[in-house]
């Protein structure tokens, strides 16, 4: 299926996505890495949009890592060449769609569609058939010509109750002239499990690895997967830019653990690109950061589900006070910037001892969903461009009299300042995933 370009594999590439969130597109993508995997080929993964969760179950099926391609925070230009870096030596590259095809941010923008548009992919559509009859042929001939630019390549229907309701729904289609993929029936077995923040992590999943057995098992039995792998496209070959996310220092150690996982790997690589030495350290087995880093990195995560273990990490704490008394950078987002305050408050009401450092108290016991892009804007020791681009999705609250970042939504209406700043220690809810363009601000 790949071609050489040099030296490297220029790998095909698909666009898995769905009418509307809980369409089975995600268990679809996972049965189809297992499926092809079975066949001996290299399947590369990626996640539309800044969702930690759905990458992270797809470099578990892949296995290898999955990246996040988001067309509203990153450029054109960007998205081409980190899915050309990540698709190289690859047979096929499937990015997972996010919720319906056409929906994106508050401004329009930001789409499964739009990415696929950029990328210059095929989509197929997986479109859920529960309680739906020959309504389904204009549902997906609406999709499939909504947007010149986006080709809707091939249908998988899903969640088909009898083999009656099937012919049904291939009699409707017929006339489309669009390719029917396959069609998979009704199974409880193809479900993943939900939590207040989305998907739970492959390995909180009871039985996860028999879902994308029954999911790779169910692909291969309904799914034409040849014809599938020949509709694909050529990824576009792109070389890399510069990123304008500077590496945090020079040496930098970053949590990674259970409770620090949300880490977008661009970041990483971009830092790594740029002669920056990273060493990962777990606050949850209570190791510090070495102590020549000159700057600490607390991804976000679910820290809130370990607060009395974070609590108890007295190394961790004394790791961090070290790295702030040699004015080393630290920098918290999300989970991490909770950490970096002064308590913890977990769902039941527990009220859990954090790292004392930013003036902060974050409580989780009555949550309330915050969630959207953001145009972060601030003027601290960061390294970073004045401008930037971001994702927010919390349930837990905080304040701060020294805020990080000031902050507009993706419509660019104002909101509260975010986060804190004492000195070289800041944090806020955050994720940055990009610099805004020059362009932008």
């Not at 527990?350 to 450092?357: N, S």
Request: net charge negative; charged share 15%; aromatic share 6%.
């Amino acid at each position: 299926m790949s071609a050489r370009c040099g030296r490297t594999a220029l790998a095909n590439g698909l666009v898995i996505a769905a009418p509307r969130s809980g369409s089975g597109k995600t268990v679809v993508t996972l049965g189809l890495l297992a499926a092809l995997g079975r066949r001996g080929l290299t399947v590369a993964s990626a996640k539309t949009g800044p969702d930690y969760i759905d990458r992270a179950i797809l470099a578990r099926v892949a296995g290898s890592e999955a990246i996040n391609l988001d067309p509203w925070a990153m450029s054109p230009d960007r998205l081409r060449a980190l899915a050309s870096a990540h698709a190289a030596g690859a047979d096929l590259l499937l990015v997972e769609g996010v919720m319906g095809l056409f929906d994106g941010a508050a401004d329009g923008t930001g789409s499964t569609a739009d990415l696929a548009a950029t990328l210059g992919l095929p989509v197929i559509l997986v479109v859920d058939a529960d309680r739906q009859g020959q309504s389904i042929a204009a549902l997906v001939s609406g999709f499939a010509r909504f947007r010149p630019d986006v080709g809707v390549a091939g249908v998988i229907v899903n969640r088909v109750a009898t083999t009656r309701h099937e012919q049904l729904l291939l009699t409707a289609l017929a006339p489309l002239g669009l390719p029917v993929l396959g069609v998979l029936p009704r199974r409880d077995v193809l479900h993943l499990p939900e939590r207040h923040l989305g998907l739970v992590m492959p390995d909180e999943v009871v039985g996860f690895d028999a879902i994308v057995t029954a999911a790779a098992d169910a692909l291969e039995q309904f799914v034409d997967l040849n014809l599938l792998a020949a509709l694909s496209s050529k990824v576009p070959r792109f070389l890399p830019g510069v990123s304008r996310i500077s590496p945090l220092g020079q040496r930098i150690a970053v949590a990674m653990d259970d409770a620090f996982s949300f880490i977008y790997p661009h970041v990483l690589s971009d830092w790594r690109a740029q002669g920056a030495e990273v060493t990962p350290f777990s606050p949850l087995a209570d190791e510090h950061a070495r102590m020549d880093s000159d700057a600490v990195f607390l991804p976000g995560g679910y820290p809130e589900l370990h607060g009395e273990r974070l609590a108890a990490a007295s190394g961790f704490h004394a790791g961090l006070r070290a790295a702030a008394a040699r004015n080393a950078l630290i920098y918290g987002e999300c989970g991490g910037y909770m950490v970096l305050g002064e308590t913890l408050t977990d769902k039941s009401g527990a009220t859990h001892r954090m790292a004392g450092l930013l003036p902060i108290h974050t409580d989780i016991s009555r949550p309330k969903r915050t969630l959207g892009y953001r145009r972060l804007s601030h003027q601290s020791p960061l390294p970073w461009p004045a401008h930037l681009l971001g994702h927010e999705f919390h349930y837990s609250t905080s304040g701060a009299a020294n805020p990080l970042f000031a902050a507009t939504d993706a419509l660019g209406t104002s909101l509260p300042p975010m986060g804190a700043v004492a000195g070289r220690v800041m944090g806020s809810y955050a994720h940055v995933i990009d610099a805004a363009e020059p362009a932008d601000g």
